[in-house]
């Protein structure tokens, strides 16, 4: 599985978890629910339809809102599930609204956390501690889950207990044996994905997705579109004003994605960013009076890479003795930590390496299911671990025989010596898949649209700031924002420059004058 392009909302996650019992679980945040009291219903007001336009039924439909848990609002929105079609089949999506907080209302403003596969209906009930109160105050935030996933008509491949089995496999085969034991999870995750999914399959891609944003736009009145992005949000965001030049407002592009990489270079990319922010960890580890692997850099990562070796011969063991840390669950809860700042993820980071050096596998089992949203139940928070395989495989062409995975091993191994093998392995996860890709990695130019602000931060591990750097070129109105640190996105994750120029742009609909500006 390749790293995630988003998990906006690990910081919350990892908040909640420092407040909980000595055996930490990760906790379900529930899909909202309606209320037991009979709902207030607000509509959208319903514009009458183009004849000249294909969509028009779609664009004017009437949005009901109803009054869901804690003072929500929900609603659900008819597309098509196959554009060329647009008089055939139809798919639902589930939408959440926060109305604006002040009387001064500019729009609505969409939000996607990442993915593929996160819930935008899960990150707008987050808005408060995700969006400054200012936005607040002026826009109706508005969270979707794209299609294919969470509460719209999603994505099904396996069983809870299938895809425990399925993630916890080991990653990296080392020899014909295992090699063999990949190919078969893969095809029977793959096999799985379309006996459940069906038609589903061929139409995840990102462009259908913001095609779908479109029609949201127009269903809820707005004239323009105004959007918060983050991680794989950002190349929704991309391709909506590649397709939708004239009708983009304002758009933040945060972590952003670069739309013209190949699936290599992609996984390449993040294995580069992964590497970096691992070493910064080092560097501050073997800084401290005591750092447990050890009294240099070098030595600090000669003990992670030895320690995931032990883990692959010989998982360890945790508080459930139904499941052992495996060197797949021990890569996930490594990474977990480094999406967040070093003051909220190096302490979990340190606690899970002390732990599993001296035998126990338990904090960085635990910190792999807060990355998997995986519950102490043995369930799974959505589809985001089955959804991410069907958008990628979609999306764009990625290798399909070891031959051509070994034969970029070097590459990734010098990109990333720890994790440069398990990011180049997971480039045969479209393989067996039953669908073939529908697009291809271009370049978006969005000539003609208003500026776009997008924002990369320095060391970002999951979408490395060379992607913001190569998204703000190729769009003719990109303007990009650097954010000088570490972490997964820089929005709303504790430096008030960042904030300030993005709720100035999104308010305002200003920028900074002259260079590109950078916070630090």
């Known amino acids: 599985m390749k790293i995630r392009a988003g998990a906006a909302i690990v910081a919350v996650a990892l908040a909640a978890a420092s407040c909980t019992s000595d055996e930490p679980t990760a906790e379900e945040t529930p899909a909202p ?22 969509l028009g039924d779609f664009h004017t439909q009437d949005v009901q809102w109803e009054e869901c848990d804690n003072g929500f609002e929900c609603a659900t929105l008819t597309v098509p599930l196959d ?13 959440l609204r926060i109305p604006a907080a002040g009387d001064d209302r500019i729009g609505s403003l969409f939000v996607n956390p990442g993915g593929p596969g996160g819930s935008g209906v899960e990150y707008a009930m987050q808005a408060e501690t995700q969006i400054s109160e ?24 396996v069983s809870d207990a299938e895809l425990d089995e399925f993630i916890s496999a080991d990653p990296v085969p080392d020899d014909a044996a295992e090699l063999n034991e990949l190919n078969t999870d893969l095809e029977e995750f793959a096999a799985g994905c379309e006996a459940n999914s069906g038609a589903m399959l061929a139409h995840v891609n990102t462009e ?12 809820l009145g ?8 983050k991680s ?11 397709l939708f030049p004239d009708n983009v407002g304002r758009l933040v592009l945060d972590g952003a994605m670069d739309p013209s990489l190949t699936s290599v270079e992609f996984a390449l990319g993040q294995a580069t960013g992964v590497d970096r922010a691992l070493t910064a960890y080092l560097e501050d580890c073997v800084a401290q009076t005591e750092c447990a692997l050890g009294s240099s850099v070098i030595e600090a990562r000669e003990t992670v890479a030895g320690l995931l070796d032990v883990i692959e011969n010989e998982p360890l063991p945790t508080s459930d003795p139904d499941r052992p840390l495996s060197a797949a669950l021990a890569t996930y809860g490594i990474i977990l930590p480094l999406y967040v700042p070093p003051e909220q993820g190096y302490e979990y980071l340190t606690s899970g390496f002390e732990e599993a050096l001296g035998g126990n596998g ?8 807060v990355y998997l949203d995986r519950n102490a139940d043995g369930t799974y928070n959505g589809n985001q671990n089955e959804a991410i395989f069907a958008v990628h495989c979609v999306d764009r062409p990625s290798l399909e025989t070891a031959e051509e995975v070994e034969a970029t091993l070097g590459e990734f191994e010098e990109a990333s010596p720890i994790f440069g093998p398990f990011l180049a392995w997971s480039e045969l996860s479209c393989a067996s898949w039953p669908v073939e890709p529908v697009d291809e990695p271009e370049p978006v130019s969005a000539a003609g649209a208003d500026p776009i602000l997008v924002v990369g931060t320095t060391g970002d591990l999951a979408t490395p700031y060379e992607w913001a750097e190569g998204l703000a070129d190729q769009l003719e109105s990109g303007v990009l924002l650097t954010y000088e640190g570490f972490g997964h996105t820089a929005y709303f994750t504790g430096n008030d420059c960042v904030d300030s120029v993005v709720d100035t742009y999104l308010i305002d609909g200003e920028l900074p004058e002259g260079e590109q500006p950078v916070c630090s």
Do not use: H, K, Q
């Open 33 to 54: 629910e309606p209320t037991d009291a009979p709902p207030e219903t607000t509509e959208t007001p319903e514009a009458a339809p183009d004849p000249e336009d294909p």
């Open 83 to 95: 554009y060329d079609e647009a008089d055939g089949e139809t798919i639902e999506l589930a939408l």
């Open 134 to 157: 200012a936005v607040r105050e002026r826009f109706d935030i508005v969270g979707f889950d794209p299609r294919g996933v969470a509460n719209s008509t999603p994505i099904d491949c």
């Open 208 to 219: 259908n997705v913001a095609r779908d944003l479109d029609i949201m736009r127009a269903a």
């Open 222 to 229: 707005d004239d323009v579109l105004y959007y918060l992005g």
């Open 232 to 242: 794989y949000g950002t190349y929704i965001g991309a391709l909506y004003a590649g």
């Open 362 to 369: 338990d904090t960085l089992l635990f910190l792999a299911d």
